[in-house]
């Protein structure tokens, strides 16, 4: 295992992680900036 795959996500990792994230797959760029 290198570095590289240690920053990879896997499908399982990602499921649980998925609906703590800001904004959607279409949604691309800074969609979760802090506008204050």
């Not at 499921?15 to 204050?36: F, L, Q």
Request: proline residues 0%.
């Amino acid at each position: 295992m290198g570095v590289l795959d240690r920053l990879i996500l896997r499908d399982e990792q990602w499921a649980r992680i998925a609906h703590h994230i800001i904004g959607d797959e279409r949604t691309r760029g800074s969609s979760g900036r802090d506008n204050r």
